[in-house]
């Protein structure tokens, strides 16, 4: 089972000293989903790999371990891996290998690696960002960015209970750890293993109904209704985070203005690969 409270362990992470950690909560959003954006309308692999460089750059001057963002990466990857890995079997186009009824096409093989590429930059970027900004500052940016208020509303209420849940559920398993009972034991059987992490998230989901009902009494009984503004912390952008942001934004132009020039001459890296 995943331990649960490694999620404090990556609020702390996102909470370090660095040159990327220090940037605006803001540019760190917009510079993401402007990096994914360019990477899934590219249809050739050159502009993703080195997006792909540059994000590993940026890793670096955030001070993250490639060993640990390489792991994370690895438990993300199945996630499209199962689409991606049937594509060069389902896609109609020249056939390049054949065995028993199995065959692979050149259509189907390029966009497969296509897509691929495309996930590890998107997954990179994701990463990076979630490794970098705490959970508190990815709400507050959404709302600076209007997001709808409800949603924000959500979010934040989400991000501030979270770690409540996260040590009730801590204190459950310590309870049973403490009574010797452990889902993988050999002791008991597996139908009585499994019933009791059934009650345990039964109890968990009793627990956070109670919490909510707890939580929006106080709110209610401190004037909150449903036309009620959430504060909105006044920070401005500085000279280092529009630098962050202008900086990606000039690679990626130079990068479109590079494959159109010379696109020829990067061979397959050039190449079209997106179906038509």
């Known amino acids: 089972m995943v331990d649960i409270t ?22 760190k959003l917009i510079s993401t ?4 954006l360019v990477c899934v309308i590219s249809k050739e692999l050159f502009i993703p790999i080195i ?4 994000l590993l750059i940026i ?5 993250l371990s490639y060993a640990d963002s390489f792991k994370r990466l690895l438990m993300l990857l199945p996630f499209g891996g199962a689409v ?12 390049i290998w054949n065995y028993s009824g199995l065959t692979v096409t050149d259509v189907g093989l390029n ?3 296509l897509l691929f590429i495309r996930m590890i930059v998107c997954l990179t970027a994701i990463i990076i ?4 900004t705490p959970l508190q500052e990815m709400a507050s940016s959404f709302r600076k960015l209007k997001m709808p208020r409800d949603l924000a509303m959500i979010l934040s209420i989400m991000v501030r209970f979270l770690f409540l849940f996260v040590d009730e559920l801590a204190a459950i398993r310590k309870s049973q750890k403490s009574r010797n009972f452990t889902i993988h034991g050999k002791n008991t059987p597996y139908k009585w293993r499994v019933k009791q992490v059934g009650y345990t998230i039964g109890m968990m989901f009793l627990k956070a109904y109670e919490q909510g009902e707890r939580v929006h009494k106080s709110m209610v009984s401190r004037g909150f209704s449903d036309a009620s503004e959430m504060f909105n912390e006044k920070k401005s952008p500085e000279r280092n ?3 962050y942001l202008f900086t990606i934004i000039i690679i990626v132009i130079v990068l479109e203005i590079i494959l159109f020039k010379y696109s020829g001459q990067l061979g397959y890296f050039g190449q079209n690969l997106a179906i038509n």
């Open 111 to 113: 966009w497969a690696i």
């Open 59 to 63: 890793l670096k001057m955030a001070k």
């Open 6 to 27: 490694q999620i404090i362990r990556f609020d702390d992470l996102a909470s370090m000293d660095s040159p990327i950690h220090n940037l605006e909560g803001r540019i």
């Open 51 to 54: 997006l792909e460089i540059m």
């Open 241 to 243: 985070d529009y630098i």
């Open 84 to 95: 991606i890995i049937f594509q060069p079997f389902i896609q109609p186009g020249n056939v």
């Open 33 to 36: 989903i402007f990096i994914i």
């Open 129 to 132: 960002y979630s490794s970098t």
